[in-house]
């Protein structure tokens, strides 16, 4: 049975960071790519960051381009966002997901299964 559980999150003042981990288990977490996904209420699903299976390949979202960091450990199973510099934008629920593939990607499609999501929020 496919697990992911998201932790990390919280409240934080704009500028300040976060780190968000996801603990992976019930498939071979090295064979498969991951990402992070956030969701405010009304709205969609939103891309912010993939990784490969092996970790040399990384995608991100403009919005977070250059303030967030992918990684993932494969011998811990575990992945992990580390968030620099918040704004107020970056409030929202965090969602990790595993990839139906090894490859990276920003499509929502290209996930198959979802962490619960754990809780962002960015005070000005």
């Known amino acids: 049975q496919v697990q992911l559980v998201e932790s990390g999150g919280g409240l934080v003042q704009a500028g300040g960071s976060l780190r968000l981990s996801c603990a992976a288990s019930?498939?071979?977490?090295?064979?498969?790519?991951m990402g992070w996904f956030r969701q405010v209420p009304g709205r969609e699903r939103e891309f912010v960051a993939s990784?490969?299976?092996?970790?040399?390949?990384?995608y991100y979202a403009a919005t977070v381009k250059g303030r967030f960091t992918i990684s993932r450990d494969n011998a811990q199973n575990t992945g992990l966002l580390q968030m620099n510099n918040l704004n107020p934008e970056d409030t929202a629920v965090y969602y990790c997901?595993?990839?139906?593939?090894?490859?990276?990607?920003?499509?929502?499609?290209?996930?198959?299964?979802w962490g619960q999501g754990t809780q962002v929020t960015v005070s000005s």
């Open positions: 019930g498939f071979t977490f090295s064979s498969k790519a």
């Open positions: 990784i490969n299976w092996s970790g040399t390949n990384t």
């Open positions: 997901a595993r990839g139906l593939y090894n490859r990276a990607s920003v499509n929502v499609a290209d996930f198959g299964s």
